[in-house]
């Protein structure tokens, strides 16, 4: 058996110069006794454990750069079977050049999981490190000093982010692994291990403050909260003082943040009476007119719905029109500009609208639905379909709209309108396509709505769907030149 002794900080060099030699001379996985040399052992590096050259020339190793990459991250792990490990890849990588992507090999699974550990160690790093300030050094550049206890060999391997990162500032990190220094000219690494220094500042105060307007108790989760910053990092964190009893105050804030809750009035509420404090002063509408019911929608707030929209978007066209079209309810930018059937379903309409025929300005455009139902995601708000309840209370305006404006066709587009304007429990695909009478002597007729066209995801249907459509509001086009 040949023993092996290594420094083992992480340095990619050191092991490959070892691995190479010893691969010169035929030496196998399990001929070697890798070691990594203590603070006790002797510095120097055991030379005469390396065989001497190779008398006949051997075809020398080659690896995918894959290897390569995945060698220097596993070499900062801790765990002393790193070095064996990776010679034992490095023998098997001759026979099977696609090891690497066997994830059920067992050696290939332990090296990627060393692997994994090295980088969130030196992710830690780079979220835990707390610079201290500890005097100032020339030129108007201050020095600073911060200590971490890293589980692996990573302080070379972070050094690059700190010094991109406080290019500006003298400092020094400090670790049981070595440390890291700049001092605006040259990065300074060294292995040798640090003591724990005694660090304080004002800046400690700051982080307290910060970490407590941060913290939200209604999100607490212990369990997720200690695996993004683990205990043993808490002792080197000033704002992990307060951890505890922001734990153990959270039930009680929650209650707290829900009793003001009751009592705060709604975002849309607050947006009315901005609105009010800064238009001047308006004579109102005659009753009974479409503006006034305009008016009064406004301010509708029958359902929840108009707490979170931006406005309610009321319909638009003729007082006198013959014609209304229903749609669902406004989109996200229908609810920005105010006004139905203006963003993408709002310009298709339009383009069939005028391909068979129709003059939008002669119809009373409108939705089942005034405001806007939407789930937040990220900065985008995504449409979601109006409840039965939501289209029920909302029908009162509705009612409103078509008593005032008496058409005599009707167009319920989608089933959302259809469910809106009667009580028929039939599919909407079964009475799309034809007239049929209602109540009032009108004439109701059944599509579908614009977005369900843009929502197909094939060409082929899609172009289906839309010459159905077009098929559709040419059948309208003639009703409305039939009744005169």
Known sequence: MR?????????????????????AAGILPEEIDWREKSAEADLSFQRDAMPPAPATTRKPMTVPPAFIELAETVLCHSDPARFSLL????WRLQLDRQLLEVS????????????????????KMTAFVRFKEVGAVSAGRRKFLAWFEPDHHIVRRTAAFFQRRFTDMDWL???????????????TIADEPCEKPNLSDATDELWRTYYASIFNPARLKVKAMQAEMPKKYWKNLPEADLIPGLIASAESKVRE????EVTQ????????????????????????????????????????????????????????????FVGEQPGDQEDISGRPFVGPAGMLLDQVLLEAGIDRSTLYVTNAVKHFKYEPRGKRRIHQKPNMGEVKL????????????????????GATALAALTDVKERLQDVRGRAMAIEGGRTLFVTVHPS?????PDERLKAEELARFRDDLLKIQRLIVSAG
């Open 3 to 23: 023993r092996v002794v290594l420094a083992g900080r992480g340095d990619l060099g050191e092991w490959r110069d070892a691995a190479r030699a010893l691969a």
């Open 87 to 90: 010679y034992r890849l490095l």
């Open 104 to 123: 059920s090999d067992e050696d290939v699974v332990r090296a990627r999981l060393m692997a994994k550990n090295v980088r969130r160690d030196a992710h």
């Open 173 to 187: 990190i400090a670790t049981p692994k070595g440390s890291a220094a700049w001092d605006g000219e040259r990065l």
């Open 257 to 260: 943040m829900a009793a003001r």
């Open 265 to 324: 009035s709604l975002p849309f509420h607050d947006r009315l009476q901005q609105a009010a404090r800064n238009q001047p002063a308006e004579p109102e509408p005659p009753a009974g007119t479409l503006e006034a019911l305009r008016a009064e929608a406004a301010v509708c707030t029958r359902c929840p719905l108009h707490a979170y929209a931006t406005q309610t978007v009321f319909g638009e066209g003729p007082r006198d029109a013959r014609v209304m």
């Open 394 to 413: 909302c029908r009162w305006w509705l009612d409103r709209e078509m008593s005032l404006i008496k058409p005599k066709l009707i167009v319920a587009m």
């Open 452 to 456: 369900y066209l843009l929502r197909i």
